[in-house]
């Protein structure tokens, strides 16, 4: 038999989709999985478990085929091996072009040759045709060894030695044990070999790390000690091989990051897959040739630029994402070097008004849940109900004032969700002529009325199909066009006008609206039965004003408006006006704000009172007095509580005190504040009840306030 066409083991598996023969049985139910997976043993036999005990048959198929292999390479069991001296040039020339190999697999076999001396065995580093490069190993064996030529520039090939441990695994690409009289030669009957293949960071073999002992000394949990090393090996090769790649530490339990088992895999930065371990490999239930086609987001659903932001800035906490596949991962990312669009990310507080540390050119903006997830609380609790539905098709419904973020949060969603390949379609309600909105959402035939296009139009709900439709401003739909949308979310079919046929659509819907959709049921304007078929789940986006995250979103909006430009900051003062606001505009107001002053800004990249428009300041200015007013009724209504004879803040103005009266009752304000919160013991409800303010105003004045009585 020709040897090219010995069967290999792999050759058997129908689902063995890999380069790397053998390895990819079945996708894993969940990336834990690997927990075991990576280290379990494929053991070809032995005396005390029989061949086939460990599970799929597969012990069994190693053997019969490995001698079929042997016999076609020319082999005889009862032939002497070739016991010559090792040719040294040709070790010294394997050895200098397994470099790499050898450097990072030394200090591995040290510490491997620790766990097993003194067991009458040796730790032995192949090249990957076979050839040994270096052994470490226990002196009474060695002897022994030495004999069967298990000394550097040795050949372990099958085909020069017939069925063995290194030969074979680096034949089937799978760490085995061969045992006793497995070997082909009965000159090496004696031995008991567990090996693994080690793999280079691109996927390719490039030696093998073989323990072999005297049979007699067999343990069952070398050849999981083999294979543990061997990761290890192949890990440590990753580090530096690719320089500019952000790296993503994986794995199903938070608690094995950083461990052997954690998944690794490479990206480009602008997210191409360039490398995978096996774990990652296991966890993502694609061989490294199928993972090449992919990229960050085809594999975690979301772009590789939002990861940077996560993970920019030290250590990152670990991020819960979940892969193509369906499995929950927790994942830590590392850049190998800045990309030159990473945007650092800032963090609240005083910190927002620090610029970019370098230029930051900014990939165009994504959206994901994840982008989305900021820090606030409220947005935090609605991200994480709507991962919870995700890919469940229940219809969901955003309230929230205009301007924050409905259509983007509708858009991440939809692009977290599994039909992120199928078309994202948005109707605005609002903005289409009455007249126009049925043909726009429904479709039509040609000729079905004046004006109509030439070859009729799908309409938008067709569009959707096998994506997400998304329904704006849903509480401005004509009430005569709302019964025929129920008919088609209640029937999953749409009919164009002037058309009498039925069309069947698939698709998820949001709706969003920033109307109070009750308050229109009450006074008519809604229909209650659309309102319970689009409401599977209602959110609420905060309104910027009330957003914990606004630094950071502040920040993150600057540094993607200087677009490669030099990063520009912000003035302290801008930034406490900028609290102090109540944005009615909210994210949209804030984007137009910043767009126009990042633009104004000088050489000093400084934005100041004077890049804010006017109306813009003199809104604040009223503001400002208005919250005066508030905080004096504030302390009018606690000393009036008190049973003060006047109102605190008409005694303070009616007296002759000489500093500015405005920051005086912004004092007393702040006393009255303190005392409230004491009083209350820290609740901020409350104080805001009792003073007749809002909370927002109370934790804007937080870092005014005593430390200890907000925390
Ligand atoms: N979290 C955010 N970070 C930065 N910008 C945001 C964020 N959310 C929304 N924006 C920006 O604010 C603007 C308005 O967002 P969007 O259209 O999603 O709001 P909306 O609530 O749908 O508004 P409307 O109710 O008026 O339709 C857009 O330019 C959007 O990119």
């Known amino acids: 038999m020709d040897h090219n066409k010995a069967p290999l083991l792999s050759d058997l598996h129908t689902n063995a989709a890999s380069s790397r023969a053998g390895r990819w049985r079945t996708s894993p139910q969940s990336a834990g999985d690997y927990l075991y997976a990576g280290v379990q043993s494929k053991e070809v036999g032995h005396s005390v478990t029989p061949p086939g005990a460990n599970g799929e048959g597969r012990a069994d198929a190693y053997i019969p085929l490995a001698h079929e ?22 070790l010294r020339s394997e050895l200098e072009a397994n470099h790499f190999l050898f450097q990072h697999a030394a ?7 620790g766990q097993i001396a003194n067991t009458h065995s040796m730790v032995l580093l192949t090249s990957a045709s076979g050839m040994i490069l270096h052994s470490l190993g226990d002196n009474d064996f060695l002897e022994k060894a030495q004999r069967v030529a298990l000394t550097p520039g040795m050949d372990w090939s099958e085909r020069g030695k017939g069925t063995n441990a290194v030969g074979t695994a680096l034949t089937e690409g799978e760490a085995l044990t061969v045992h006793g009289d497995q070997h082909y030669l009965e000159a090496n009957h004696f031995l008991t070999c567990s090996c693994a293949p080690i793999y280079d960071p691109h996927g390719q073999v490039i030696g093998a790390l073989d323990v072999s002992g005297d049979r007699r000394g067999y343990h069952q949990h070398t050849l999981a000690l083999v294979r543990m090393s061997a990761q290890m090996i192949e890990n440590h090769m990753f580090a530096g091989v690719f320089p500019r790649a952000i790296r993503l530490h994986f794995h199903a339990r938070p608690e094995f990051l950083g461990t052997l088992v954690e998944g690794i895999a490479a990206f480009t930065p602008d997210g191409r897959f360039l490398s995978a371990n096996r774990s990652a490999q296991f966890q993502l239930g694609l061989p490294f040739n199928a993972l090449k086609a992919h990229t960050f987001s085809s594999l975690f659903g979301l772009p590789i630029s939002s990861l940077v932001e996560e993970s920019w800035g030290g250590l990152p906490t670990p991020q819960q994402f979940c892969m193509h596949n369906g499995v929950s991962v927790w994942c830590r990312a590392q850049l190998e070097r800045e990309p030159t669009w990473a945007a650092p990310r800032s963090s ?7 610029p970019s540390a370098s230029p930051a050119v900014r990939k165009p903006r994504f959206s994901s849940l994840q982008y989305l997830d900021t820090g606030d609380a409220q947005v935090s609790a609605v991200i994480r109900k709507l991962r919870l539905l995700s890919g469940r098709d229940i219809p969901i419904m955003i309230l929230g004032e205009t301007g924050t973020g409905k259509d983007l949060l509708a858009q991440a969603v939809h692009s977290d969700s599994e039909r992120r390949g199928g078309p994202f379609v948005s109707v605005n309600c609002a903005s289409i002529p009455d007249t126009l909105i049925e043909a726009e959402l429904f479709g039509y035939e040609e000729g079905a009325f004046t004006g109509a296009r030439k070859k009729g139009s799908p309409g938008k709900i067709l569009q959707a199909s096998g994506g997400t439709l998304f329904l704006d401003e849903i509480g401005d739909m004509p009430k005569h066009l709302q019964a025929r949308l129920l008919r088609v979310l209640q029937e999953r079919k749409v009919s164009p006008l002037g058309s009498g046929k039925e069309i069947d659509v698939d698709l998820a819907v949001i709706s969003a609206t920033h109307k109070n959709p009750k308050s229109m049921i009450l006074a008519g304007d809604f229909r209650e039965d659309l309102y319970y078929r689009l409401n599977g789940l209602v959110v609420k986006l905060p309104a910027l004003r009330d957003r914990t995250d606004f630094d950071f979103v502040m920040r993150r909006l600057i540094d993607s408006l200087c677009e490669g430009n030099d990063p520009v900051a912000i003035s302290g003062d801008v930034v406490d006006m900028f609290h102090r606001y109540h944005w009615p505009g909210n994210f949209r107001q804030l984007h137009n704000l910043l767009r126009t002053a990042v633009v104004m800004v000088g050489e000093d990249r400084l934005i100041e009172r004077g890049h804010l428009p006017d109306d813009f300041l003199e809104e604040v200015g009223f503001e400002d007095v208005r919250d005066v007013i508030l905080q004096a009724q504030a302390v009018d209504r606690l000393s009036l509580a008190q049973n003060h004879d006047a109102p605190a803040s008409l005694q303070f103005i009616g007296s002759n005190e000489s500093s500015s009266p405005v920051q005086s009752l912004q004092d007393l304000a702040l006393q009255a504040m303190a005392q409230s919160l004491r009083e209350h013991k820290g609740n901020i409800s409350a104080v805001a009840k009792a003073l007749g303010i809002s909370r927002n105003t109370i934790y804007r004045k937080k870092h005014l306030l005593p430390p200890g009585l907000l925390d």
């Open 69 to 90: 292999r042997s016999r076609a390479h020319g082999l005889g069991s009862g032939d002497i091996p070739d016991f010559a001296s090792p040719n040294t040039s040709l």
């Open 107 to 113: 200090p591995v076999m040290e510490t491997l040759y």
């Open 348 to 354: 609240a507080g005083t910190a927002a008004t620090r």
